[in-house]
């Protein structure tokens, strides 16, 4: 089998708003927000891995462990030859967990970094030569089409990392709903959803002390910066992150440290010392929460796996 990827480019064909459309509507709009999409450029995307080491943030070595403790049984419900389809693949780390055991005959990688989906991708080709690796440079959150060559006896979508948390319950629903229309009928779901716990525990993941997340917030104004030519100093802005109980959700936040003007050609956008820029909801759940939330969007939860201390839960859901 040959270590190459196939890549496709799906950016080409999509006619949505483009990031400086975004960023002009999010700055316009009152309160102020900005999709978490566009934190990942390169830069961005390698600051979410440093994220994911700091002894803080749970969420990746719980969701790992469990990954590889159910692996067997995993395996069992999608069966052999399946096109393994990673939305939000990044450094393709937790796949690694899996493939060996599921033995897909095709992966399918999608993110919206172009040149961190390239790296990791090839990686995997390189370190599974067995394997035929795809890549989807896309944004699936916005629309999932399978290119063509990647058929698979069996789709298995694998959505880790509790991403699912970024859109509200209303959105979540909606999106599950999509992929299950954009998928084959008998697809299946095998997603990572952080769930409700000791508020403490919640913030300190975003807050980590090390100042890796406040990093990875704050890039994104530079990259308002380094790509629009947007006139923001990032230093007159902090790092902002909170659970909100009564939404259920970690919220993050672009403080403005003083009055000051955001200039992006003829428009321009005034802050007040301490408005917000919204960058990111995260949502948690709790296990019934979810199935209920599965089931509303079409599927039939088929399996959940935890942790022993209930920080984390990966749900298989079947369409059916």
């Known amino acids: 089998m040959s270590t190459a990827v196939h890549f496709h480019d799906q950016h080409v064909d999509e006619a949505g708003p483009s990031f400086g459309d975004d960023v002009i509507a999010g700055l316009g709009r009152s ?15 390698l600051l979410f891995e440093s994220i994911c080491r700091q002894p803080e943030y749970y969420l990746t070595r719980t969701e790992e462990g469990i990954l590889a403790a159910a692996a067997e049984e995993i395996a069992s419900l999608v069966g052999p030859e399946s096109l393994l389809v990673e939305l939000g693949s990044g450094a393709s780390r937790k796949v690694r967990l899996l493939l060996e055991t599921l033995r897909p005959s095709r992966y399918l990688g999608v993110d919206i970094s ?13 370190d599974y030569p067995w394997l035929e690796v ?8 916005a629309r999932l089409r399978l290119p063509t060559g990647v058929e698979g006896r069996r789709v298995v979508a694998f959505f880790p990392g509790s991403s699912i948390g970024n859109f509200t319950p209303v959105e979540a629903e909606a999106f599950l709903a999509r992929l299950r229309r954009a998928l084959p009928p008998g697809s299946g779901v095998l997603i990572g959803v952080d769930l409700v716990k000791d508020t403490s ?8 002390a090390a100042g890796v997340t406040a990093a990875f917030n704050l890039n994104l104004l530079e990259r308002m910066r380094r790509e629009l030519g947007v006139a923001v100093e990032p230093g ?25 003007t955001l200039v992006l050609g003829e428009c321009r956008f005034d802050f007040a010392r301490g408005e917000t820029l919204h960058t990111e909801n995260s ?26 201390e209930a920080l984390f839960s990966v749900h298989y859901l079947s369409s059916d």
């Open 134 to 141: 795809h890549a989807a440079w896309a944004d699936f959150s």
């Open 31 to 45: 309160p102020k927000a900005l999709s978490p999409k566009y934190f990942y450029d390169e830069r961005g995307s």
């Open 201 to 208: 525990a919640l913030e300190a993941a975003y807050n980590d």
């Open 236 to 260: 007159n802005f902090r790092h902002l992150a909170y659970f909100d109980a009564a939404s259920s959700r970690i919220e993050m936040h672009l403080v403005s440290r003083c009055r000051q």
């Open 114 to 126: 172009r040149d961190f989906l390239l790296q990791s991708t090839r990686r995997l080709a390189a």
């Open 283 to 308: 949502c948690k759940y709790s296990r019934k929460g979810f199935q209920a939330l599965a089931r509303r969007a079409g599927y039939r939860p088929s399996a959940v796996w935890s942790d022993a």
